[in-house]
Nanobody, 122 residues
Framework: VQLQASGGGLVQAGGSLRLSCAAS????????LGWFRQAPGKEREFVAA???????SYADTVKGRFTISRDNAKNTMYLQMNSLKPNDTAVYYC?????????????????WGQGTLVTVSS
């Protein structure tokens, strides 16, 4: 599967953005999907994941502010980001996994998108 992330941009603190991740392929609904982010000078970290069953999980740092969702009919995953903070600034990556094991870790994902930059100003 090929993944294409979009929707990044510049937003003020407290604002919102919605990221999208469009996927190719006919079996999109079978993949486990996730969002990761990498801030300048830091390692890539888990943000959120959604299983084919629609079960979701979140990093503690975004819980209550971010919402992950997927539309299998459109082969697209979303990340709604509200109440953004300056430390949410990062390149956001979408990823897909064949297995649902350990979705909080990069090593669990088989396919990656190219990333979209989110900048939150104070």
């Amino acid at each position: 599967v090929q993944l294409q992330a979009s929707g990044g941009g510049l937003v003020q603190a407290g604002g919102s953005l919605r990221l999208s991740c469009a996927a190719s392929g006919r079996t999109f609904n079978r993949y486990y999907l996730g969002w990761f982010r990498q801030a300048p000078g830091k390692e890539r970290e888990f943000v959120a994941a959604i299983e084919w069953s629609m079960y979701t999980s979140y990093a503690d740092t975004v819980k209550g502010r971010f919402t992950i969702s997927r539309d299998n009919a459109k082969n697209t995953m979303y990340l709604q980001m509200n109440s953004l903070k300056p430390n949410d600034t990062a390149v956001y990556y979408c990823a897909a996994a064949n297995s649902g094991y350990d979705l909080g870790y990069e090593r669990s994902y088989d396919y990656w998108g190219q990333g979209t930059l989110v900048t939150v100003s104070s």
